[in-house]
Nanobody, 119 residues
Framework: QVQLVESGGGLVQPGGSLRLSCAAS????????MTWYRQAPGKERELVAA????????NYADSVKGRFTISRDNAKNTVYLQMNSLKPEDTDVYYC????????????WGQGTQVTVSS
């Protein structure tokens, strides 16, 4: 059974930091590219940051470049999202996604973790 479990969300003041984690089980983690998305109620899901299966390449939404950093530890089957200089507009539910490098139908989602940036 495949599971992606996000953690690390919460309430933080503007300018603060949070580190999200997504622990994967039931998959061969090292052949999955990992992506963080976020979604607010009534809005489309937005790509925040992505990292290739080996961790050699990353991609970020323009709105988070220079503030967020995605990384992964294949030995721990975990992907991280370090979020610094948080802004109220970063408030969303953040989702972890795993998609197989070679088999498109192998695509999995976590349950999401709420991030709220407010004073």
């Amino acid at each position: 059974q495949v599971q992606l479990v996000e953690s690390g969300g919460g309430l933080v003041q503007p300018g603060g930091s949070l580190r999200l984690s997504c622990a994967a089980s039931g998959i061969t983690f090292s052949v999955y590219a990992m992506t963080w998305y976020r979604q607010a109620p009534g809005k489309e899901r937005e790509l925040v940051a992505a990292i290739t299966s080996a961790g050699g390449s990353t991609n970020y939404a323009d709105s988070v470049k220079g503030r967020f950093t995605i990384s992964r530890d294949n030995a721990k089957n975990t992907v991280y999202l370090q979020m610094n200089s948080l802004k109220p507009e970063d408030t969303d539910v953040y989702y972890c996604n795993a998609h197989h490098d070679y088999v498109p139908r192998l695509n999995y989602w976590g349950q999401g973790t709420q991030v709220t940036v407010s004073s």
